[in-house]
């Protein structure tokens, strides 16, 4: 038998059923809890209306092309192809540790903008998550914090595969790979958290303040050229390196990079901190989201 879909979230009415269930019936003068156990059960509680709504939003961009999902292997693939003809062998440019590898400069490259992609593809859409879902907010109860869950999830599909291609190349020039690669789920998860938080700060503040969305491109580009992803952190004088530092970007690259590239242990300490800060960024983002969504049908 076929399956019902809402007319308002396209989704199968058996999927949504236990998920209006569980939400109830909210008003304007319904209270947002913006605790951090919350701010992990939105993500458990709906974790069914997230994987479909991450599922449509991976397949919807690749729908009535040719190839399909096939198209998120080959862009990076390309892509990493161009990068490694142009600074491997038309400019000849080396990363500066010494080593004679054409391909090592392309590889340190590629891998700090797949770092970077994460982070700028999720402050770049944010503004746009509640602007774009005007139904979500007016007419329908729908828990409006998964949104910033769903771009996360699907940006992070597409920097997995990214990151696979990377792991391709790498195994096939240098015949090997580091043991130390299984500890970069570890190094990425502030980026992780960092992502949520801003990305929650950004949707709230993108329906009060339509400039936003010009300002976060600015932003994303400010990042690529501030962060140690054309150069090493080592080609910048000492002096003026802890101010790269300050970029939470900076930290993840060279890190991400000592365990796939350099077969480095990560810097524990440092993690940890950056893991607790990253947390109460997401946190920070989360309670401000909360406190500001009841104003979102009044402004859109």
């Keep these: 038998m076929a399956l019902c879909h809402h007319p308002k979230w396209g989704l199968p009415t058996d999927v949504l059923a236990p998920i209006a269930k569980r939400i109830g019936f909210l008003n304007a003068s319904t209270r947002f809890p913006i605790t951090a156990i919350e701010m992990l059960r939105s993500f458990t509680r709906h974790s069914e209306l997230i994987g479909q709504l991450v599922r449509r939003e991976i397949a919807g961009r690749y729908k009535g092309s040719v190839f399909g999902l096939l198209w998120s292997f080959i862009n990076p693939l390309i892509l990493l192809a161009v990068y490694t003809f142009v600074f491997s062998f038309v400019f000849k440019t080396r990363w500066g540790t010494g080593s004679e590898n054409k391909t090592e400069f392309a590889l340190a490259l590629f891998a700090g903008l797949i770092i970077h992609g994460l982070l700028s593809e999720c402050i770049i ?18 828990p409006l914090e998964t949104l910033s869950w769903v771009t996360l ?45 801003l990305s929650w700060f950004l949707a709230s503040l993108g329906v009060y303040l339509r400039d936003i969305s010009q300002v976060t491109g600015i932003v994303s580009t400010l990042l690529l050229f501030m962060s140690p992803i054309f150069y090493p952190i080592s080609a910048i004088p000492e002096k003026y390196q802890i101010y790269l530092y300050l970029n939470p970007l900076t930290f ?7 365990v796939m590239m350099w077969g480095e242990m990560p810097d524990w300490p440092s993690l940890l901190v950056t893991l607790l800060v990253s947390i109460a960024v997401a946190w920070g983002g989360f309670a401000w989201f909360q406190k500001t969504r009841r104003g979102f049908a009044d402004v859109l």
């Design 153 to 197: 999830l699907s940006t992070l599909f597409h920097t997995l595969v990214s990151l696979l291609v990377w792991l391709i190349f790498f195994v096939t020039v240098n015949h090997s790979i580091h043991a130390t690669i299984i500890f970069l789920p570890a190094v990425l998860l502030p980026l992780i958290f960092y992502c949520l938080g």
């Design 125 to 142: 859409r944010a503004p746009y998550q509640i602007l774009n879902n005007p139904s979500y907010v007016k007419k329908v109860v729908f």
């Design 252 to 258: 993840i690259i060279e890190q991400a990079r000592n």
